[in-house]
């Protein structure tokens, strides 16, 4: 029954934003409390929502402060640099801006941590696309794909949780990965140029292109006039402020949130020291920052839920029972396959450390590595970053001005591509066999 609800439960939450019946953050409140009002959890649900929102705070406060803090970068003209020459690169092809921006997210993506690639990226490109009128979804979806390969790095998280889970070497998973994000980064600017050529087209019978050419267009945006919150003659010291902040997100020398705040800070007392400059820029990014906070605290209410309830764990169990034993020597394929629903319902922590064990147990009766399995059961997570459970999707969507549901729609086939073109190179070279 708890399999059910929790099934149930998420296909509920998935037709209501994805069909804008409800917000988002209104989703992740209410639709996971009715369901275990059903379940019969009423009296629990204070402390179960409360380990939720407690388990997902240092995130929520890390988002905060980390939009905060580039979008004072933003307008201080950090990035104005590298929007110009891109603009003058591109010659205001909308297809080189969208391969370009898989190729800065496939290059920023390389530090593993997929807030910093989002806030990074958006930050660098969101400008470019608002310049030559661009759909804003092409950019969310382009820099989540590339995440979705990169975030199989070994200090990226889901593959570190698979090898200690599994107590394997890095060497024994990782490096058999190594050709599966080759290719897989290839399919993402193959995507890409797919994407950016159909935005050509459109852009070309636009009002824009009825007036002036995109050539034109880029090049009157790079001349436009300078705002006065713009600083220039800071833009070294702002730079210096953010490499020293990516050294510490890598150095890991104190928790992200505090690391954030203090940059914040920093940033902005040096580029607007009069209190009244300070409000204004505060003001300015204050709706986006409790916009993305909002729905990860709601996403804390909903993860409390799923898993208080034993609803997660059900659910796990159900989706394992459901292989066949006539079907069990194809283990890693079925994993593969079924890691993308897997993941998408439930945290990274919940199935490599709850189910990949499972299924690992499972396939050394047919004689199956469980290396092998450990590989398969992380091709799904360009799937993963689109689950409502994954905090920095929120940072992804409320940077860009997508709709939450919008992005859903347009990433999910390219994501599920993804992961299938990793599992054909890996059933090509032998990372996973037959």
């Not at 660098?124 to 979806?141: D, E, F, Q, V």
């Not at 940033?267 to 400059?277: F, Q, R, T």
Request: with cysteine.
């Amino acid at each position: 029954m708890l399999s059910l609800l929790g099934f149930l439960m998420v296909a509920t939450f998935m037709y209501l934003i994805m069909s804008n019946r409800l917000s988002a953050m209104v989703a992740l409140i209410l639709v996971p409390v009715l369901f275990a009002l059903i379940a019969g959890f009423g009296t629990d649900l204070g402390p179960m929502m409360m380990d939720g929102v407690k388990s997902i705070a240092p995130t929520g406060v890390m988002l905060i402060f980390g939009i905060l803090y580039f979008g004072i970068m933003i307008d201080a003209g950090l990035f104005d640099p590298l929007v110009n020459l891109t603009l003058k690169a591109v010659k205001g092809d909308p297809m080189k801006i969208v391969v370009g921006t898989a190729l800065l997210a496939l290059f920023v993506s390389l530090d593993g941590d997929g807030s910093t690639t989002y806030m990074i990226v958006i930050a660098a490109m969101l400008p470019l696309y608002k310049k030559l009128n661009m759909n804003p979804l092409i950019l969310s979806a382009v820099t989540m794909l590339a995440g979705g390969v990169m975030n199989l790095l070994p200090w990226g998280g889901p593959t570190a949780r698979a090898i200690s889970a599994l107590n394997l070497d890095v060497s024994q998973v990782f490096n058999p990965l190594i050709p599966g994000m080759i290719v897989g980064s290839c399919w993402v600017v193959l995507v890409a140029f797919f994407i950016g050529r159909k935005e050509r087209k459109r852009l070309q019978s636009s009002k824009y292109s009825l007036s002036m050419d995109l050539q034109t267009f880029a090049e009157e945006a790079v001349a436009a006039d300078i705002p006065d919150y713009k600083r220039p003659h800071l833009i070294w010291v702002n730079l210096a402020l953010t490499v020293a902040l990516m050294a510490g997100l890598l150095a890991d020398v104190i928790p992200l949130m505090i690391l954030f705040m203090i940059a914040f800070a920093l940033a902005l007392m040096i580029n607007y020291p009069k209190l009244e400059a300070q409000k204004e820029r505060i003001t300015a990014h204050a709706g986006n920052a409790l916009n993305v906070a909002s729905m990860v605290f709601a996403a804390g209410i909903f993860t409390g839920i799923l898993s208080g309830t034993g609803m997660v764990d059900a659910m796990a169990h159900t989706m394992v029972n459901m292989v066949p034993e006539s079907l069990g020597p194809y283990l890693p394929i079925i994993t593969a396959i079924t890691s993308m629903p897997l993941t998408f319902f439930m945290s990274n922590d919940a199935y490599y450390f709850g189910i990949l064990p499972l299924l690992a147990e499972a396939a050394t009766t047919y004689g199956i590595d469980p290396a092998q399995m450990t590989i398969a059961s992380l091709l799904g997570q360009p799937v993963h970053l689109l689950s409502p459970l994954v905090p920095s999707t929120y940072l992804l969507v409320g940077l860009a001005g997508v709709n939450f549901g919008d992005h859903q729609r347009y990433t999910l086939k390219w994501a599920i591509g993804t992961t299938l073109v990793m599992l054909a190179t890996a059933l090509i070279i032998g990372a996973i066999s037959l």
